[in-house]
Nanobody, 124 residues
Framework: QVQLVESGGGLVQAGGSLRLSCAASGRTFSSYAMGWFRQAPGKEREFVAARRWNGGWTAYTDSVKGRFTVSRDNAKNTVYLQMNSLKPEDTAVYYC?????????????????WGQGTQVTVSS
């Protein structure tokens, strides 16, 4: 069965960096969209970034453009979210997701599989 396992969250000061990892297993993801979403306390889950596993497109929400980068390592079957210049408003649980969309996928319902989430806390 499909499994997405996130890691790499933690506590960091504003201006710092973290790299989240999403280890994917259970099927071939080469044509899949791999997305990152986040959910802050009391708020809805929101899109952060995504890419087609084998390239073709990437997508970022405006608030993270220029600070976050989504990449993948085929050998490790892992997708990464590099987060730089972190701000307190980036504090949330971050989720990895996989979906079959061939075009930029930025909404929750375009994703079929979800990880359990990893907490990111940015202190001011």
């Amino acid at each position: 069965q499909v499994q997405l396992v996130e890691s790499g969250g933690g506590l960091v000061q504003a201006g710092g960096s973290l790299r989240l990892s999403c280890a994917a297993s259970g099927r071939t993801f080469s044509s899949y969209a791999m997305g990152w979403f986040r959910q802050a306390p009391g708020k809805e889950r929101e899109f952060v970034a995504a890419r087609r596993w084998n390239g073709g497109w990437t997508a970022y929400t405006d608030s993270v453009k220029g600070r976050f980068t989504v990449s993948r390592d085929n050998a490790k079957n892992t997708v990464y979210l590099q987060m730089n210049s972190l701000k307190p408003e980036d504090t949330a649980v971050y989720y990895c997701a996989a979906g079959r969309s061939p075009v930029p996928a930025t909404t929750l319902d375009e994703y079929d599989y979800w990880g359990q989430g990893t907490q990111v806390t940015v202190s001011s």
